[in-house]
């Protein structure tokens, strides 16, 4: 019988790494390069060691590519310093600051906004492209999974195929190109990555039909969950939907609190009855929105199409705007503090800030507005700050600056010394220690009774 199968269709064995829940028993790559071992490439790049494919990590940071070589980690996430020790002793990972030829290369550097109008900064990825370009071969396949704005995976190409101009690529010869390009964004939450990389679904955003079924063929190395196919703008787009979603609910949750604030009711309470409403979820409310992608994406959508993404826009202007009202917050308790203190000035008033991470339980400070807190406090307290993060062991350049004020103190240090204490972040060690008994502003509800712990 003549086949009848269409040219563009996956060969049989990608049509059998599509298959729902069932990662491969056997890698179909030998050799992969990841780029950017932070904290999406280096569990990334653990995981495929893991199933037994040789990694090369790549970073421009000295002291990372070193730490993982001696099979040790420079973030913290669960679990993650097990398996990258077991793939750098077992030979399956080791790292550079040069790449090298490999049969596939992911893309997870930064993808930072710019200036006050919030413009994309592509500057990581394309250093990262133009680094890997000279090693480029006929059959390689390159996947974006940074999150990007709508275009940015194009425009990868663009980049690749202008410093390789002897090799094809699917922009100009689809299906018959010597480079295979795809966009697979991360979507896992710091603090469970090592099980979420393995268990959500994955969406593939290929150049081709056949770009998707290369790039599914690798993630289901490990993947148990659903390789969602899709073209490549769709899956750039669902990324920045999914966070600038969550950005809108935060969003109301911290109008929410202000406007709590203001009637002077505790929200915390208010979201409690609110929620036993069948079909109501709000989230819970804090001092602003962080993280590498939540505090970022939307800004990609809004940048995109700014005269419709009216409710993104509006979304960011609350989150951000959050750091100042806690800013007013400390402001306020620091002239009630003095009123009470007559003879002290306020140099005199020393202010704990508990958390720095822009979420509980992580050293992760992208973004975070606990920092911007921080900061700002600093520049315009004339008393001392003392920072707690039991995530980190010195503090930030940000604040280690010569000349500012902040100090990084231990958790009963802070409560002995200071007069004025803000908490910034729910991390766990600080839901188990008492609420001080001086002022206290509390922006994530440890010390209220109707707050979800942990």
């Known amino acids: 019988m003549r086949d009848t199968t269409p040219e563009t269709d996956p060969p049989a064995q990608a049509r059998r790494h599509t298959m729902k829940g069932t990662a491969m028993d056997k890698p179909v790559f030998e050799k992969i390069s990841v780029i950017g071992m932070g904290y999406i490439g280096l569990p990334t790049a653990a995981m495929f060691a893991a199933r037994k494919i040789h990694v090369l990590g790549v970073d421009i940071n000295q002291t990372a590519v070193d730490t993982i070589n001696r099979g040790g980690i420079h973030i913290v996430e669960p679990d993650l310093d097990m398996v990258v020790h077991a793939a750098v002793t077992g030979g399956y990972l080791r790292a550079a600051t040069e790449p090298e030829a490999a049969e596939a290369f992911l893309i997870a550097v930064p993808t930072p906004f710019t200036g006050d109008n919030h413009e994309p900064d592509l500057s990581y990825i394309e250093a990262a492209s133009r680094a890997i370009a000279p090693v480029l071969e006929p059959g390689n396949l390159v996947i974006l999974e940074s999150t990007s704005p709508v275009g940015a995976t194009e425009q990868m190409a663009g980049w690749l195929a202008e410093a390789r101009p002897d090799l094809s690529f699917p922009q100009t010869h689809g299906e018959e190109s010597d480079i295979r390009i795809a966009h697979c964004p991360e979507r896992v939450l710091p603090g469970k990555v090592m099980q979420e990389l393995i268990q959500n679904d994955r969406v593939i955003g290929g150049m081709t039909a056949r770009c998707s079924a290369l790039a599914t063929a690798l993630y289901r190395s490990f993947v148990t969950g659903d390789c969602v196919i899709t073209d490549v703008r769709s899956a750039e787009m669902a990324k920045l939907t999914e966070n600038s979603f ?113 979420k509980p339980d992580i050293d992760d400070l992208r973004e975070s507005p606990a920092l911007r807190i921080v900061e700002r406090l600093a520049a315009r307290h004339p008393g001392p700050v003392l920072a707690v993060e039991p995530n980190i062991d010195t503090l930030p350049d940000g604040l280690a600056e010569a000349g500012q004020t902040v100090a990084l103190v231990s958790l009963p240090e802070a409560h002995h010394r200071a007069d004025i204490h803000v908490y910034l972040v729910g991390h766990r060690a600080f839901h188990a220690a008492p609420r001080p008994v001086r002022y206290c502003i509390d922006t994530v509800g440890l010390f209220s009774s109707t707050t979800p712990q942990g």
């Not at 929200?267 to 409690?272: G, L």
């Not at 409310?285 to 939540?294: D, E, S, Y």
């Not at 800004?299 to 409710?311: C, D, H, K, N």
Request: hydrophobic share 50%; proline share 7%.
């Open 246 to 358: 969550r950005d809108v609910n935060i969003a109301f949750a911290n109008e929410l609190s202000l406007i709590c604030d203001r009637l002077g009711m505790d929200v915390w309470e208010v979201i409690r009855l609110a929620n036993r409403h069948p079909r109501v979820s709000i989230l819970n409310p804090g001092p602003g929105v962080g993280g590498h992608c939540i505090a970022v994406d939307p800004w990609f959508i809004v940048a995109s199409a700014p005269e419709e993404a009216r409710m993104i826009r509006m979304a960011r202007a609350v989150n951000d705007g959050k750091p100042d009202w806690v800013l007013d917050k400390v402001a306020a308790a620091t002239k009630a503090f003095l009123a009470q203190y007559p003879k002290l000035g306020p140099e005199d008033v020393t202010v704990a800030c508990y958390g720095l991470a822009f």
